[in-house]
């Protein structure tokens, strides 16, 4: 049963980060692979000051990020308990006030 669990996340992540991709060119016109997907989420987990800002808490589970990648500002929902980006923004949604700001 491990196994299916496993596999169950796997496919989470998969979808997360074809999702994710879809995002950042729609939104940003940047054709991104997976190894990017995953260099942005090292970045957010170490942290690094001037590259990765944090904005607010959106829930328990997801944040908001803004994070300098290719010499481009992204905003994007970062989802914890998956380690996995959620979506990108644009910045008009991040500033938009019908937008979610979380609890």
């Avoid at 596999?7 to 997976?34: I, M, P």
């Avoid at 808490?57 to 996995?84: C, D, H, M």
Wanted: net charge positive; no cysteine; aromatic share 12%.
């Amino acid at each position: 049963m491990g196994s299916q669990r496993q596999l169950t996340k796997q496919r989470r992540v998969d979808y997360s980060v074809g999702h994710a991709r879809k995002r950042a060119l729609e939104r940003y016109s940047l054709n991104l692979t997976q190894e990017d997907i995953f260099n942005i989420v090292d970045l957010i987990r170490a942290g690094r000051s001037g590259t990765v800002v944090f904005m607010r808490r959106q829930s328990k589970r997801r944040t908001v990020w803004k994070v300098k990648y290719k010499g481009t500002w992204l905003y994007l929902i970062y989802n914890k308990k998956e380690g996995v980006i959620a979506t990108f923004l644009t910045e008009q949604m991040y500033n938009n006030p019908m937008y979610p700001k979380g609890r």
